[in-house]
């Protein structure tokens, strides 16, 4: 998958881990132009979490990369929304409500 042919079914998959969509809810949150900081905007319970941070750097971010959700910058420590980005927004709205609103079975 890369950013330019993200599917439905695509952006489902990369949806189904908590860490990547509180990442890109946070983006939602941060408004024009979508920027976090590593570790400063993370939330806590990943920036203040050693193994949480590596994951991030080695499954988190190079998935919402190949999706185009996220632009990276390792050097500079910015995650910028990617090209893919607008057009999730209103799913990522919606899943965000719906985890909000309905609590899933067995969701912690």
Do not use: C, N
């Not at 971010?61 to 996220?70: F, I, M, R, W, Y």
């Amino acid at each position: 998958m890369t950013g330019h042919d993200l599917t439905v079914d695509g952006l489902y998959e990369v949806l189904s881990d908590g860490t990547r969509r509180r990442l890109l809810w946070t983006m939602l949150d941060s408004g024009p132009p979508m920027r976090l900081r590593i570790p400063e905007d993370l939330p806590r319970d990943v920036a203040d979490h050693r193994p949480r941070r590596i994951q991030l750097h080695h499954v988190h971010l190079p998935k919402l990369v190949d999706a185009g959700l996220v632009s990276w910058d390792d050097d500079r420590g910015e995650v910028t929304g990617g090209p893919t980005f607008d057009r999730a927004k209103p799913l990522l709205a919606v899943a965000r409500d719906g985890e909000r609103v309905t609590p899933l079975p067995g969701a912690v």
